[in-house]
């Protein structure tokens, strides 16, 4: 047992197990102490200067980063002295100094931890330090993002959210007054390694780091009368957008949702979940037929278009092993655009295909090649939760009183199993339900995989499936799916299914989800409370296995003739390609 220090912070006697911060020690008495460029594990640093406090171990009190500096047995902490309030405000100001300071117009206003600071703090005089300003072009050649570092304040936030995706494509150039946050040699971040996950934007505390903004284009979609506007909901939207209207962290808003996407003006909401039961039906006849034609093994999932672009840029050696399945999103667009297009005696080029994601390396994938099977973009147009929270909002739509409205049928009908995509192990229990039933022949009574649920980067499990044991993994994040696909390469793990999901904790996490600020995200498994609105969800459903759905089967039955058909392999299946070459790492 760790030995106990005993100190005393504002007056108040503190016990706390040695090798705390004072930053931590502070929380167990209710203390908040403010941070900027601090990230638990991940980014600490001592840089900011924002968390100083008054500390005395016997020589007097003396300004410190309480996020760096461990408590001491008869330390006296101050938290909020006037002189730790002047540090902290005059830090804010030089922040200040060179800050591009358009808080009326910025994307993160009202949501910016820096905003706020300076609001508590009452800085009144924003110019008070103003001098030579360095001034930087945006950065806008990546797919995905804009970099606008005239507000950046320098945390490295982003560089560390990077670096833990075992990417590590930014960092800080030059020194002084000039240090920036950018890519190497000045390159723009689309001529990097970087694989669209977003992650550093949720981990930026300013409007510094944001995802390229496509509403302006549904919304001219929308007004044009020629063109049908179709949107599509990935699951994890709905277990996070009530997040941007005041709701609790894992509040599920399905109906809410629908009804908003509905006075948006969109002529037919659908669900994402339908395709992601498609998925299976395809992925899961992939894997049979691997295992029993001796295909290549382990077969990694391609739903996560982050994931891939990683593996294309960082282990193309493992491509053969990546299922070909298309991701559910792009799934989706391409059944809209041949099938239902067909159907209803729509040209698929007046179909103005519109997703809503959590993911910002959806806008990379919809550019991709091999993803137009009607001869046109599978998808046209995909914006992450963040923007229709701001189409919400910008439209005046009372998200909050709104009715639960159901999707439009048919593709909005979807199984429990289409549901649990978002959170990491839900493809894989979703694909486990099918794959069990169809090779045993029987029906499974027990749904839940619960070996793969939690929020763990790494899961391992062996399963009994019809006589065979499968070993199978789960994996999210990028620096744990580097360490899985080590280990596999070097021959150490024997796996036949891999989940990889690119952001840590799945699509629930996704880097175009809702910005909790640091110190929500410190003390809150935002990742499981997401995730289990997702769950309630599948349990909630009557039809929890995606072969039982009947959207399915009358895709099969009217179209698709049967999963893995030369038809469905034409339409729902792609190619990658190895672009570890192109890239700057
Ligand atoms: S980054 Fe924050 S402080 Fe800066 S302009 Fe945007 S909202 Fe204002
Ligand atoms: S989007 Fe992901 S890979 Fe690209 S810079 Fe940000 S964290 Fe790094
Ligand atoms: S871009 Fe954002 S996260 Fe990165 S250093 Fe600047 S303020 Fe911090």
Known sequence: ??????????????????????????????????????????????????????????????????????????????????????????????????????????????????????????????????????????????????????????????????????????????????TNVACAFEKGLGATGCVSCGQCIISCPTGALTEKDDTDKVIDAINDPEKVV??????????????????????????????????????????????????????????????????VLP???????????????????????????????????????????????????????????????????IMRDDENAAGVPDLDITITTRELARMIKKARIEFNKLPDEQFDSPLGEATGAGVIFGATGGVMEAALRTVAEVLEGKTIENVEYTAVRGTDAIKEATLNVAGMDVNICVVSGLDAAHKVLTAVENGEKNYHFIEIMCCPGGCVN?????????????????????????????????????HESPVVKALYDEYFEKPGSHKAHKILHTTYVDRSKNVMK
């Open 1 to 178: 047992m760790a030995k106990m220090i005993n100190l005393k912070i504002n007056g108040m006697d503190v016990s706390v197990p040695a090798g705390t911060t004072i930053l931590e020690a502070a929380r167990e008495i209710g203390i908040e102490i403010p941070t900027l460029c601090f990230m638990k594990e991940m980014n600490e640093i001592g840089a900011c200067r924002i968390c100083v406090v008054e500390a005395n171990e016997g020589r007097g009190f003396r300004i410190v980063a309480s996020c760096v500096y461990p408590v001491t047995e008869g330390m006296e902490v101050r938290t909020n002295s006037k002189a730790v309030i002047e540090s902290r405000k005059m830090t804010l100001e030089l922040l200040l100094s060179t800050h591009d300071r358009k808080c009326l117009s910025c994307v993160r206003s009202g949501n910016c931890e820096f905003q706020k600071l300076c609001n508590d703090y009452g800085i009144e005089d924003e110019a008070k330090f103003d001098g030579d300003k360095p001034h930087y072009e945006l950065d806008k050649t990546s797919p995905h993002m804009i970099r606008d570092n005239n507000k950046c304040v320098l945390c490295r936030r982003c560089v560390a959210a990077c670096h833990a995706q075992h990417v590590g494509v930014i960092g800080t150039n030059d020194r002084g007054i000039d």
């Open 510 to 546: 996704g880097g175009g989800q809702p910005i909790q600020p640091n110190s929500v995200r410190q003390t809150v498994d935002i990742k499981a409370l997401r995730a289990k609105a997702l769950y309630d969800y599948d349990a909630a459903n009557t039809k929890r296995k995606s």
């Open 299 to 365: 077969m990694i999932t391609s739903c996560s278009p982050g994931w891939i672009n990683f593996c294309e840029m960082y282990h193309p050696n493992m491509i053969p092993n990546l299922s070909s399945c298309k991701s559910p999103q792009q799934m989706f667009g391409a059944v809209l655009k041949t099938y239902y297009a067909e159907k209803h005696g729509i040209d698929p080029k007046n179909i103005v295909s519109v997703s809503v994601m959590p993911c910002t390396a959806k806008k990379y994938e």
């Open 230 to 295: 179709i949107v599509q909901t990935a699951p994890a939207v709905r277990a996070a957008l009530g997040e941007e209207f005041g709701l609790p962290i894992g509040t599920g808003v399905e109906g809410k949702m629908v009804a908003a996407l509905r006075r948006l003006g969109f002529d037919k909401v659908f669900d994402t979940d339908v395709a992601a039961d498609l998925t299976i039906m395809e992925e899961g006849t992939e894997f049979i037929d691997r295992v029993k034609n001796g295909g």
